[in-house]
């Protein structure tokens, strides 16, 4: 800060400076610096991600003898033939993706048929229920007294336990209303009335249409909650036809369970053993793989429900 | 009298398809989330299945006393607190670090390369992650195994079993997993810096570190300010889910949290399960959130003018 004058002396520098900020050297130091520490961070986020693929990839001989660091070690396919004959990770697929599927229909509907009229600044009413939908956010009776409702209710081991409860986000209701009261101009609301449109006709016709992008957020933001829930099932479900994937991960990964009998093939079965290492890894990609690969495309999606999220009114 | 009937008249014909819209929301968030705070009377309660939650003897205090008096009490209570302290720190720290790193680097290719990457972990599932970490610092088979033993020439002692690793573990793979997805909040908040402020730290001869220090950090002050406060306000209400899916016999005197002693009493089935009791300890538990986030909003509005609600 402190060669001003040094700068004023040479005036033709300043259209260089913009463009291509010739760098000093202490500069160059901290951009070098700058490029290794993101690359590093990004390389200590990768690396346990590659070396779980490459682990799964590798012989179950090569992953008991700590042989995998980067690369699969004797790449097999074994590994993931044993798990596709595994049952419970199908029926925990097929759990999962019924509770995702029907539970992120319900929440979306639910969501908009409460943030449209809070959105509605001419809705009598509002401040009352938006009182009404904000305390639970900072207040909340707790594991016990929800237990105890979902008994009962006659909810505990049906798959409704994986589906109501929080069947409406009051954070991502809120966002919602956010993003509908700001970016649909009230003046069209007003336009719309007086032409003799409803609020339901007005809702489905134009708030709906115009609302495309934040329903596909919080649909994300639904679904991959859904889709990682373990609580609930946890709670509430103790039928094993019923468990989500993430319960039956939770039995594989944490609780090192294995049970030999729901495999299909008995071969399989005998040597589950000596894999059972190796196929924690299969377990782990088989799980993740899905919202993995869809991420990259949808990024801009969650990164734009973060920025929502931020905006107050 | 005979005016507010009518207007009442007036805005049920204009509102009535608002309100019906309005009604299946209303009576599940009553359903939901308001019959269960009506359950934490259960706290004052001695809870017997024959009598339900209405209809159990008054106990007054007892349950609460018992809780203080219990020499789980301060253990639960610093075991949550120095968990959480600890991961606001280093959630605080790394991700403003980060967004300002990355915001400072112009390459633009480069960038939205490693960001994508950061984001990946966070929608990795709390199981999974749990998983990931049992695999990868597994002291024979795992990554942390492999490597130690390339360069010590013995295999480490097992992570899981000691009981001060807990922590560092719980924190680092939070950071791992969601350091990149807080930052994109500084890192959105970094975008909106006027360049001309840069442009004229840079003909003043400023540094790229010192226009960090003295134009980006004071622009994104507001927003760290306000995350900063958010954080203490729910400082006390650490999750269940990893702690828990964490928990062994041998890290259990740091890994048991408020949350998961509720568990512990309430429904873990194993000893006779509390309902009252666990009940207590999570409306505890409720009350001091609610006087920490509500302490947290106000100070807010008198720092920064912003506010939760």
Known sequence: ?313 | MEMSVNKLRKVLKRDWQLYLFMLIPTVYIIIFNYIPMTGLQLAFRKYTPANGIWGSPWVGLANIKKFFNSYMFWRVLSNTFILSVYGLVCMQVIPIGFALLINAIELPRFKKITQTIVNLPHFISTVVLVGMLMQVFNSRTGLYGVIYEAIHGTYPSDLFGELGAFRHLYIASTVWQNFGWQSIIYIAALAGVDPQLHEAAQVDGATRLQRIRFVDLPHIKPTITILLIMGIGNIMSVGFEKAFLMQNSLNIRYSELISTYVYRIGLSGTGNSDFSYATAIGLFNALINLILILSANTICKKVSDTSLW
């Open chain 1, 1 to 313: 800060m402190t060669n001003i004058k040094t700068e004023k002396t040479q005036p033709v520098k300043e259209n260089v400076i913009r463009k291509h900020k010739p760098l000093g050297k202490g500069d160059r130091v901290f951009y070098t610096v700058a490029t290794i520490i993101v690359l590093l961070l990004t390389l200590i986020i990768l690396l346990p991600m590659i070396n779980v693929v490459s682990a799964s990839f590798s012989s179950s001989a090569s992953v008991n003898a700590g042989k995998v660091v980067l690369f699969p070690v004797e790449p097999t396919l074994r590994n993931y033939q044993t798990i596709l004959g595994y049952k419970s990770v199908w029926v925990g697929y097929r759990n999962t993706i019924l509770y995702t599927v029907v539970g992120t229909f319900l929440n979306v509907v639910l969501t908009l048929m409460c943030a449209y009229p809070l959105s509605q600044r001419r809705f009598s009413g509002r401040k009352f229920f938006s009182i009404l939908f904000f305390v639970p956010m900072i207040f909340s009776g707790g594991m016990i007294p929800d237990y105890i409702l979902m008994r009962d209710l006659r909810l505990l081991n049906t798959p409704w336990a994986m589906i109501i409860p929080g069947a409406i986000s009051i954070y991502n209701m809120i966002v919602t209303r956010t993003f509908i009261q700001n970016s649909i101009p009230e003046s069209l609301a007003e336009a719309a009335r007086i032409d003799g449109c409803s609020p339901a006709r007005y809702f489905f016709d134009f708030v709906l249409p115009l609302s495309k992008a934040i329903i596909a957020v919080i649909a994300m933001y639904y679904a991959v909650a859904h889709w990682n829930d373990y609580f609930n099932a946890f709670i509430y479900l103790n039928k094993r036809d019923l468990y989500p994937l993430q319960l039956f991960l939770r039995e594989i990964l944490v609780n090192s369970q294995f049970d030999a009998s729901v495999m299909t093939d008995p071969e399989a079965a005998r040597q589950m053993q000596g894999l059972a290492q190796t196929l924690k890894y299969v377990v782990i990609v088989v799980a993740t793989l899905p919202l993995m690969c869809i991420y990259p495309f949808v990024q801009k999606y969650f990164v734009k429900g973060v920025m929502i999220g931020s905006i107050k009114e």
